[in-house]
């Protein structure tokens, strides 16, 4: 599944709106919460993620991992099985030592383990977040946060998700739709985007630093969606 399709699923069911000057109106779905322009606004963009911080970032089970390059961000998953030689060799794939093959696209890995068996491994890989072309990609750091902002359509909208790097853990977090939180904000910071044949989403457009410090602090805001530590 792909950035976008993973972040629309994110939309959850609500009874209404409790924000200023929009109690009267009843929300069916609030999809996810994005922002007017990159956050923070204040920031300049970066080019790259500093080498200090790119690697490998693994779950505590191991098989799924974060991995930080240059310019993406993409996350994997390692799959793994066990086979018998005689069911690879059915179909057509011969084991004379570790070898490789491709389905479907993928590449899978054979490693024998013992006299008939086999382990076929391979990694399913989703890219969250590509910073090489800045018209959809933009990344800044702020409060020792670093923020990936993605533009997912042909309108000025921008999705914010951030990373927090502590020594060698890693928190992968996003802006969470909490009425209550989002209430804390400045009067104008929310806004409610009802637009024909769209879900409603909030949108928020900081108009201050002051409101932008706010957003970076207010850690309720901000809900993990994964912790890892550093592999390599």
């Known amino acids: 599944m792909g950035t976008l399709s993973w ?6 069911s609500m009874g209404a709106l409790l924000l200023g000057g929009c109690d009267d109106i009843q929300i069916e779905r609030i999809w996810l919460v994005d922002f007017a322009q990159p956050f923070p606004a204040t920031r300049s963009d970066l080019t790259a993620f500093p080498p200090r911080h790119q690697g490998v970032y693994t779950a505590a089970d191991s098989t799924e991992s974060l991995c930080i390059g240059p310019t993406t961000v993409w996350q994997q998953d390692l799959h793994s099985l066990l086979r018998s030689r005689r069911e690879l060799a059915g179909k057509g794939k011969g084991l004379r030592a570790d070898s490789t093959y491709q389905q479907e696209g993928v590449l899978h890995y054979l490693h024998r383990v013992g006299r008939d068996s086999v382990r076929d491994s391979w990694l399913e890989c989703d890219t969250i977040f590509n910073c090489a072309k800045p018209e959809t990609g ?13 533009s997912f359509d042909s309108t000025n909208n921008w999705l914010v998700q951030r990373l927090e790097i502590s020594g060698r853990h890693l928190v992968w ?52 969606v994964r912790e890892y530590d550093r592999r390599h």
């Not at 990344?139 to 020792?144: A, C, E, K, S, T």
């Not at 957003?215 to 993990?224: A, F, H, K, N």
């Open 138 to 150: 933009r990344l800044r750091r702020f409060q020792g946060h670093y923020y990936l902002n993605t």
């Open 173 to 224: 977090q996003r802006l969470g739709n909490d009425t209550l939180r989002l209430g804390v904000l400045a009067p104008g910071t929310v806004r409610l985007d009802r637009r024909a044949g769209h879900p409603a989403f909030f949108r928020l457009a900081p108009g201050s630093a002051a409101e932008v410090r706010r957003i970076g602090r207010y850690e309720g805001l901000w809900e993990p």
């Open 7 to 12: 972040l629309r699923a994110l939309g959850v």
